[in-house]
Structure formats: C-alpha cells, structure tokens
C-alpha cells in the first residue's frame, strides 16, 4: 500500500482507492484487508457516512420503552435521534433537535416525556412530534408562525422493527429491514425471539463502557471463536475454581460451559457468513442443563420442530450483526450496540434480555451468567476490551501492511451445512469450525460494498 | 435518589473511630493487593454487590430480578481473587495502582449486632499504558458487630459513573 492510495483514499473520491484497501481472491484462498482501515481518520468519516448514515442501526428493544412518553436517546452516525413510544402505541424515532432553534430535546438517556419540552425556549412538542405549544406565540408572532415554518420534530427517515428489536435509518432510500437482515439473520432471530409465546424483554441494569479501539474491532471480535480460548481461559478458570468451592451437590444452573471454553470437550462448533455482513459463531453446549432455557425444552418442542429447539436450546450462539450489534444466547443472552465515537474509540452498551415468563429460578440464574461474562465489571469483557485494545494498538504498526484472514479455509463451504438446513436456513458459507476466520470475509465485503457506494441522498 | 440518610444520628465516639478503621483498613489492603487478607475483613456470609443503572438517576435494587455489574457472595470474590492473581487475565496483567480515598463516613443507624455505614469513595487507578482513571461513588455498609470485632456483612458500591474505561473489579471501586 503506498501513501498515495492512502491519501487518495482520505478524499470522497476516493472509492476504487478504497477497493484496494480490501485484498480479496477467492479462487486462491486469500482474503486480507489493509492495516489503515482501523487507524486511518479518513476512512472513519467515510465510515460514519456511507455505513452508519445508510444502514439499519439497532435502536433498542421494544420492551424497554413500555408506556407512551418512555425514550432512549442514543445517536446513529453522530447525529443525536430518540426512540419513543407514541401515545398511539407504536415506536418513533426522531432526531433529537427542536424545530425552533436546534437545541437537544432530551435530558437524560432514558427518561418520559409525554410532552416533550425543549428546555431553551419551551416549545412543546406531543409524541407524534407535532409542535403543540409555541411559548408566547401571540407576543412574537401576532398573527401566528409563518406558514412555511416547519414546527414538527424531524422523524429519522425510517423505522422499522423485527419481532421486537427495533432499528432506524438516516437513509430515506434504504432497503427493507428484512432485506437488510436477509433470511438467515432473521431465522437467528426468531431463535430469540420465540422463546416465549410472550416475547422478550429487556432486563433493567446497563452501563456504558469505552474501548480505546476501532469500532470493527467489536465486530471481529464476536464472530472471533478462535480468541476464546486464549483471552477467555481466565474466565474457565476462574468459574471452574468457584464451582470447586462450592462442592458437589449445587444445582445444575449453578453451572458452567467452562470445559467447552477450554475446547476440551469436544463439541460441535460452526461458523456461518449469513451474508449481508451479518456473522454467526455457534457451539453445541456441553451442558445443556447449565442454560436458564432448558426448563422449557419440552414446552418449546410442542411448538417447534426439534432440529429448531435443538438449536434454541442445545446450541449456543453469538450472531454479530452489521454493522454495530450483537445479539449473544451462550451462558447468558445480551444485546450489545457499540457507537463509533472516533478512529480509535468506541462506546459500547450492554443489556440483558430474557424470555418472559421464565421461573423466578431461570431468571436469577440468568443474571447471575450475564454478571459473569457481559460487563466491564464481569469476568470476560474486560479482557475482550483490553485485547481489543492492544489489537488497535498494534495494527497502527502498518509495516506489515495487511492482515490477513486465513484460519479454516479447508472447512469452509459455499451454502449450508448439515446444521444449517436443520433450520432452514442459506448461510453465504458455512465453516464446521467455530474458530475460523472465513467468516470476516464476508463483513468485509459489505463493508466494502457501503464504502463503494456513495452516500444517501440527502432529504429536502 | 433513593437512599437518602434520613436516619443519620450521632453514634457513639469509640464506634466511629473503629468503623473509620476497619474503613481505612480496606482500602489499605486493597491498594497494597494484600487479597486474602482483604477478604478476611469480610464475613463468610457476605455480600459484595455494585448496583447496574436502572435509570439516569437510579441504581438497580432487586438483584434476583434486576442486572447487577458485581454481586459476589465469599465464594465469588474468592474466585475474583483468584483470577486477578492467574496472571492470565489480559485486563489484570498488569493491575493498575490504586488509591482509594475513603470519607465522609457516617453511622445510618446502629444496633447491638448490626451497624450501618455510609461513606464516599474515590479511587484513583494508574497504569502506564492507559495512564490514569478517576471514578467516584458512595459506600454502603452493613456491618456485623460481635463484641467490639466489626467485620463486613455486606457493602453495596454505587459508582457514579455511566461511561466506563477500562475494568471494574473489587479492586478499583
């Protein structure tokens, strides 16, 4: 890579600059991508533009805003938006910002607001975004605001949702968000989301944590299945040195996956590019009993062909969606969103989630696994983040130049496997092991294609 | 906030003296990495629990049916010392230095077997790769009183910040 393809690729122009960026020859089994692409300012503006301002992107779980006037404030692609439940039911997503002067509307990142006040001038907006109050109107403008003068909230061009996991857009012209999903991803998703004939929901407790690190690093490293071993032998350990003092006699949700972690029980493990970017990475539990949802395995199995229960319940499974969200039903289930904030760092948030209705046993249980593993206080994250850290830190030695995926290219195939057509499902490509790195390919390439591509259409 | 003093009293001088050193003396161990001994300030029964955001303003209350960022019985803050001592944690090798600051410690009511405590916390964590990190929050004791012998029956950490760098363990809150 020379500095002028660099440097060709820091202006907008700079798109078939950008495709050398990404080394890919299928037929010779090489797939590599340019060290630049995680450290390099340029790119990461491209990146805001032409991935995040045109994507779907993970707005929150319909549970979590319960009653009309219930918000969550986040951005998408640095611009301020909140998600609202509507007095008519339904969620909207607005871009945070009055009509009248600019300012943000919200005051917290979650609140209620059935009328949403901004705090500069004290408009008032009701939660369908229309202005319901103009404060001293008639003082300034006698005769009433201009005509012409657009007072409603700005609603983010598009919302959508899929069995309860809601998602926006600041691209008017996106796909469909199932097409954007694509089948695979949906059928992953269903796995969740019909765990209860009651649905999902979201489990109060979150906290924010940084990484000093590019935001693909996240995306790497959940469909990363070869890390575990390595970075996660601590947590094995460590729950495995817990269980030793608590004896024999516990119940079996006190128990772990650690022997799997450690890849010493021989398990089946896989890895799946589902295409569109999203990535699967899944592994047969060797502990079925251990996991909260194995009290309603015969519940589900009336309800639900076996090859899909079995793989609700008897397989764990981290999905990586593009291009900021994970969705985790391993010892515990998590959502987890990570925001973009510059080249080399990111804001990541994490939630439980929880089949409703599950025993009060299930459920404490549940939490105690999610504790464990999914927060920067638990005994795994911190060392993903850390790695990640030291992964950025390294890869802005560009001496090298490219990275080079290459692990389990001999089991690799085009289409589904065995597991896959249990569940219907037309992985881009399967991979029987789920410490391989085929997968990245196909991230990278959606990559690439947004990158490509050129920016949304701006509204009028 | 929920938890307001609103049963604060003045206590007895030699009650507060020792429950200003059995403070003092955790946050010592803590910051000399004295693990064991640290645990031993605690009673077999115990629990250590830091409290997840429920809302802006709020912690989460039901650890049975609400998320927590640590709630550790004895065994569990065993096995947390444990794994910062494997040496095979990526976010523990090296550990940080801390300092913790601990203030404003205030008697909440008092019984013959059971005191409660409220205090402020700072600690101040360093490594010379990341460089320094401040967080802040309020401590809430419950101790165990058997003669004049205090030991730490439960202590809930509420950390005030929502935006976290780095790892949060028993070590550094």
Not at chain 1, 114 to 120: H, M, S
Not at chain 1, 134 to 151: A, H, M, R, S
Not at chain 2, 121 to 142: C, D, K, P, Q
Request: neutral net charge.
């Amino acid at each position: 890579m020379t500095a002028d393809v660099l440097s060709a690729a820091s202006t907008s122009a700079g798109a078939a600059s950008i495709g050398s960026l990404i080394d890919d020859r299928p037929t010779e089994g090489i797939f590599r991508v340019h060290r630049s692409i995680y450290t390099d300012p340029a790119i990461f503006d491209l990146e805001l533009k032409r991935i995040f301002a045109r994507a779907w992107i993970f707005m929150c779980h319909e549970s979590q805003l319960k009653k009309p006037g219930d918000y969550l404030a986040t951005d998408i692609a640095h611009q301020p938006v909140f998600a609202i439940r509507t007095t008519k039911g339904g969620v909207s997503v607005y871009f945070d910002t009055c009509a009248h002067r600019g300012a943000r509307l919200t005051t917290g990142r979650t609140g209620y607001a059935p009328t949403i006040t901004c705090r500069y001038h004290g408009w008032c907006y009701n939660t369908d975004g229309k202005c319901i109050k103009v404060q001293f109107e008639k003082l300034g403008w006698p005769d009433g605001l201009p005509k012409d003068f657009d007072t409603s909230l700005r609603p983010v061009p598009r919302v959508a949702s899929y069995r309860g996991f809601v998602f926006a857009s600041l691209d008017p012209g996106v796909e469909p968000l199932e097409a954007f999903l694509g089948d695979a991803t949906c059928k992953i998703i269903d796995l969740l989301a019909d765990q209860s004939p009651s649905g999902l929901e979201v489990l109060d407790g979150s906290i924010r944590y940084r990484m000093r690190a590019n935001w693909k690093f996240q995306c790497e490293n959940g469909a990363d299945g070869y890390h575990v071993a390595a970075v996660h032998r601590n947590y094995a350990a460590t729950v495995t040195y817990r269980e030793q003092l608590a004896g024999t006699g516990r119940d079996p949700l006190e128990n772990t996956e650690a022997g799997r972690i450690l890849n010493r029980t021989g398990t089946r493990t896989g890895s799946y590019d589902l295409g569109r970017g999203h990535m699967l990475n899944w592994s047969d539990r060797a502990n079925p009993a251990a996991q909260p949802l194995y009290e309603r395995e015969q519940e589900l199995l009336q309800r639900f062909p076996a090859d899909h229960v079995r793989w609700m319940v008897r397989r764990g499974r981290v999905f990586t969606g593009f291009p900021n969200f994970l969705l985790n039903d391993v010892a515990s289930t998590s959502i987890r969103v990570w925001r973009p904030v510059c080249v080399n760092e990111t804001e990541l948030e994490t939630w439980c989630f929880a089949p409703v209705g599950e025993s009060d046993k299930a459920r404490t249980a549940r939490i105690r696994k999610f504790e464990d593993f999914f927060f920067p206080s638990s005994l795994a994250v911190p060392d993903d983040v850390f790695a990640m850290e030291g992964a950025h830190q390294g890869n802005s030695a560009t001496d090298r130049g490219w990275i080079r995926f290459a692990r389990g290219y001999a089991t690799s195939r085009e289409g589904a496997d065995e597991p896959a057509q249990g569940l219907g499902m037309q992985p881009a490509s399967s991979n029987g092991q789920g410490d391989s790195e085929t997968v990245f390919s196909g991230f990278y390439r959606r990559w690439l294609s947004l990158m490509t591509s050129g920016e949304p259409r701006a509204r009028t | 906030m929920t938890d307001r003093v609103t049963t604060m009293r003045p206590a007895d001088d030699g009650l507060v003296s020792r429950i200003a050193s059995l403070l003092h003396l955790e946050a010592t161990l803590l910051d000399d990495r004295r693990w064991h001994d640290w645990l031993e300030l605690y009673t077999e029964d115990c629990i250590f629990w830091a409290p997840a955001w429920a809302s802006d303003e709020t912690w989460t209350t039901d650890p049975q049916r609400q998320v927590s960022l640590i709630w550790a019985d004895r065994r569990n803050l065993a096995a947390r010392i444990f794994r910062v001592e494997g040496g095979d944690s990526y976010a523990s090798m090296p550990l940080p230095l801390t300092v913790h600051l601990v203030t404003g410690i205030a008697v909440t009511s008092s019984a013959e077997d059971v005191v409660e405590v409220r205090a402020n916390w700072l600690v101040h964590s360093f490594l010379r790769t990341s460089g320094a990190i401040l967080r802040a929050g309020r401590y809430e004791y419950r101790l165990r009183q058997i003669g004049a012998e205090l030991s730490i029956l439960r202590k809930k950490i509420l950390i005030h910040d929502d935006a976290i760098t780095g790892a949060i363990d028993f070590y550094n809150i």
